[in-house]
């Protein structure tokens, strides 16, 4: 018996939830249609993959969704690349967005805005529709048109949902980094997609400290010569604008289109909405096309069937507009529910301050990363003996796998009543393959299910799904939220590249994964960042499943390093506060490696290093190690890397300790 099998169930849901939530009323509006009828979770599933055209047509009416042309037929062309969604279909993203935005709900909160250098600002959803009216017909009034990039400088808070909804209301296409981004990765990203209208910041607020940037961004804008017009927001209020002939104050902007109404105007259902861009720490990012129709309806799945949101929820993903998660937090408005936004640091001012607005804003979902997750584990942290937690029902949490651990911590100092929905999916989809369902058991260390409508499975190498054990995860049927197409990638070369070559006409995702034989999933990392000892496929996630867990140790990073034909794994360790790593401390990771793994994962060697390289979406790095380690040649980006001094200190270190190859 594997250990997949052991995993013991930590959360359920109670009968109400099976039958009222947005899940289980779905669930029983298909069978009073006559489909299924459906014994659970699982067999809807199965319909969905079975049944694709009904399914996502099925999603479109339950959810709600509007168009001003009703499509032809839900799949055109079926084959990947290249499937048609939706052909025939005119509809308007922001439309979507703000539908509730008149009558009984028009009072009702829409944003609620928290960041370190304001005031808590609440807008509702009347004004939200309003200023969005007004932003748009302003940029409409620079020559701002259809199919026009705006760019967002922008920190996670109200003008950046105004900016992406004004900007998709008249069929211009959003593309957003966060203002702690360096000039050279702004460029990276948007001197390929080429803007005509800039929304910036004149700086930010992070951990207690304010970064001034107007400088930097008066570079940035003399930089991109396809620019319109810019509009700045005061981020730091004590601050100046940013300078320059083509900036309007975000004040301004609004008093100029005040009173005109969002023109909603309607787009074919590929037509992009989003350019959203890979980590690029090997060059510069790939740019991410995503279409309008097919990432509405899969975000509309997602949050309101998966998530179990609704129009009296208060939904709260922690955030920076350079992470898809921003893109998926924005969609919340879709289903009614109040977004409250949270620029800054979440350990600000103390590691409990998101626990803390949780509870203050009766948030009924909150999402986080993983990371934070197990921070606030070390931390001995216990909101629940502390706050008042009855309105939140589910925590979402994503970024990196999820540990054991912090599924335990969770559901004992953490908020034990909730669903734990560890998600699973990528830039590359916006959105999902693997996740929560308020229908299924949490089960410890587990991703509860396949996403509805997903075709999911492990592969090996042949090609072919594995009975058990792990493999490539693929996706065998399209789904509306691909990319429509990279930017500047006219005959789809690179697109096909870095999905569909490995298995044709499957996408490969690239994450190295298991599904268990109850239809839960554990994701043991990045294929790419596999290990080979002894030839056999190792997953990163194993190790730091072991190691995270040990008080000693503040972070960790583990690469395979090439020698003789063979790969010898190597552990880097950040020590916690006050710590060092000793003799003791490395017998005591290997043996914990050996137990709780195998001992083809305890590492060769074992070196102290200050800090772990992170993408500034948070993710480790791994590969940009692995490839110093290794001595190649290919440069890394650092514009990339939210802390690329790690890197520098990690070669001094592997130097040292005579791991890096000669010359």
């Not at 690029?280 to 069937?305: R, Y």
């Amino acid at each position: 018996m594997s250990n997949t099998e052991q995993s013991p169930v930590v959360w359920s849901p109670t009968e109400d939830t099976l039958t009222h939530s947005r899940m289980g009323r779905f669930k029983a509006w298909l069978e009073q249609q006559g489909f299924g009828p459906f014994a659970d979770y699982h067999a809807l599933h199965q319909w969905s993959i079975t049944e694709l055209d009904t399914f996502w047509q099925k999603v479109w009416d339950y959810c709600g969704l509007v168009c001003d042309t009703p499509a032809d037929k839900v799949l055109g062309k079926r084959e990947m690349p290249g499937a048609q969604w939706f052909p025939g279909m005119k509809l308007n993203f922001a439309a979507n967005l703000l539908r509730l935005a008149d009558g009984d709900h028009a009072d009702k909160e829409a944003v609620v805005a928290y960041c370190e250098t304001r005031p808590v600002l609440r807008k509702t959803y009347a004004e939200l529709k309003a200023d969005t009216g007004a932003l748009e017909a302003f940029l409409r009034s620079q020559g701002i048109a259809q199919g026009d990039r705006v760019a967002g400088v922008v920190t996670n808070g109200y003008e950046a949902m105004v900016g992406m909804l004004a900007a998709t209301s008249m069929g211009a296409i959003w593309s957003s980094a966060s203002p702690d981004f360096g000039i050279g990765a702004i460029n990276d990203r948007f001197g390929q997609i080429e803007p005509s209208a800039l929304i910036v910041v004149n700086g930010y607020g992070y951990g207690g400290k304010v970064f001034a940037r107007q400088d930097d961004f008066a570079e940035l804008i003399a930089g991109l010569p396809s620019l319109k017009t810019v509009v700045s927001i005061p981020q730091l209020p004590d601050e100046a604008p940013i300078p320059g002939e083509l900036v309007t104050t975000w004040e301004d902007a609004l008093a100029a289109g005040r009173g005109q109404a969002p023109s909603f105007t309607p787009m074919d259902p590929d037509h992009p909405v989003y350019i959203l861009y890979s980590s690029g720490t090997t060059g510069k990012p790939k740019c991410i096309v995503h279409g309008t129709a097919g990432l509405l309806v899969n975000h509309a799945k997602e949050l309101m069937l998966h998530g179990d949101v609704g129009p009296e929820d208060r939904f709260l993903y922690f955030t920076t507009c350079g992470w898809m998660m921003w893109n998926w937090q924005a969609s919340a408005l879709l289903t009614g529910a109040a977004v409250i936004t949270v620029d800054g640091s979440p350990g600000y001012p103390s590691l409990s301050f998101l626990w803390d607005t949780v509870a203050g804003e009766k948030v009924t979902h909150f999402g986080t990363s993983a990371r934070f997750i197990a921070g606030c584990r070390k931390a001995e942290l216990q909101p629940t003996k502390t706050l008042d937690q009855s309105a939140l029902r589910v925590v979402f949490s994503t970024g990196s796998p999820l540990l054991p651990e912090d599924y335990d911590w969770m559901y004992t100092d953490g908020a034990p009543n909730v669903l734990l929905g560890s998600i699973a999916g990528g830039t590359d989809i916006c959105g999902c393959f693997v996740g929560s369902t308020p229908l299924l058991p949490v089960r410890r260390g587990e991703i509860q299910c396949r996403f509805l409508g997903v075709d999911a499975v492990a592969y090996g190498d042949d090609g072919k799904p594995v009975s058990e054990g792990r493999g490539e995860l693929v996706c065998r049927q399209p789904l509306p939220s691909m990319p429509v197409c990279f930017w500047d990638d006219p005959n789809g070369e690179r697109y096909r590249d870095a999905y569909f070559n490995t298995f044709p006409g499957v996408w490969a995702h690239g994450d190295f994964i298991e599904f268990t034989e109850h239809g839960g999933a554990i994701i043991y990392g990045r294929s790419d960042a596999t290990l080979n000892p002894g030839g056999v496929r190792i997953g990163t996630a194993e190790i730091y499943r072991q190691v995270e867990t040990i008080p000693e140790v503040k972070d960790s990073l583990v690469v395979g390093r090439q020698i003789e034909g063979d790969v010898e794994v190597v552990l880097l360790v950040v020590p916690a506060d006050g710590q060092d790593v000793t003799d003791d401390l490395r017998k005591q990771l290997k043996t914990r490696i050996r137990e709780g793994a195998s001992p083809r994962h305890v590492p060769k060697h074992i070196v102290q290093v200050p800090d772990i390289p992170y993408t500034r979406s948070g993710k480790k790095v791994e590969l940009a190690v692995a490839r110093l380690i290794n001595g190649s040649k290919k440069a890394d980006n650092r514009d990339a890397l939210g802390n690329p001094e790690a890197l520098d200190q990690i070669r001094d270190r592997l130097q040292q300790a005579n791991l890096l190859p000669e010359g």
